[in-house]
């Protein structure tokens, strides 16, 4: 099983700041990466694919990087809709199981 | 836009059984591969089950193996899991997602169903 590592835990941000989430696979998983964000009482969303692309309907403030066993996530200039947890998860792995990390719960500083 | 709508939510005995349907709508159901995914309370997301798009496969997290079977009605566009032998572990929000093409990540997910295995 493909070990997904999130870090921060927590991260206190002001509105307006840079954010970024790390996301470290316990193994090469190529670009087989996705990011979701999920806010209390509400279902996961997808914001990125492929480790780098935006799903539809994303903005462009939600940016992805990375390949092989490194990967982060960027919000270039924080919003008050954006405090949330964030996940990755890898696809990479088969014949499975496919594997989240921990989470990054981003709250207002 | 796509709808995934989770039911058979509730409070159930240890050792008893449930079963979880998703009604899909607004997409052509028999061309996708739909996972479950559980999120147990105040804790992450975790992969529970993957049938293939025509049935013809089906993938099982260790933790439910054996237990759990995920099955599909395409006639009916609904996507189901029968849960036996239910433990206390298997507390979670269940969500039915979405498989995005050949790729296994998620593009849609429903709003969950709250399963409580409790005496």
């Known amino acids: 099983e493909i070990v997904m590592t999130q870090s921060p835990v927590t991260l206190s941000v002001s509105p307006g700041e840079r954010v970024t989430v790390s996301c470290r696979a316990s193994q090469g998983i190529s670009n087989n990466l996705a990011w979701y964000q999920q806010k209390p009482g509400q279902a996961p969303r997808l914001l990125i694919y492929g480790a780098s692309t935006r799903a539809t309907g994303i903005p462009v403030r939600f940016s992805g990087s990375g390949s092989g066993t490194e990967f982060t996530l960027t919000i270039s200039r924080l919003q008050s809709e954006d405090f949330a947890v964030y996940y990755c998860?890898?696809?990479?792995?088969?014949?499975?199981?496919?594997?989240f990390g921990g989470g990054t719960k981003v709250e207002i500083k | 836009q796509v709808q995934l709508v989770e039911s058979g939510g509730g409070v159930v005995q240890p050792g008893r059984s449930l079963r979880l349907s998703c009604a899909a709508s607004r997409f052509t159901f028999s061309n996708y591969g739909m996972h479950w995914v559980r999120q147990a309370p105040g804790k992450g997301l975790e992969w529970v089950a993957v049938?293939?798009?025509?049935?013809?496969?089906?993938y099982y997290a260790d933790s439910v193996k054996g237990r759990f079977t995920i099955s599909r009605d395409n006639s009916k566009n609904t996507l189901f899991l029968q849960m036996d032998t239910l433990r206390a572990e298997d507390t979670a929000v269940y969500y039915c997602a979405r498989q995005e093409g050949s790729r296994s990540y998620f593009d849609y997910w429903g709003q969950g169903a709250l399963v409580t295995v409790s005496s």
């Open positions: 998860q890898q696809y990479n792995n088969w014949p499975l199981p496919l594997t």
């Open positions: 049938i293939w798009y025509d049935g013809s496969n089906k």
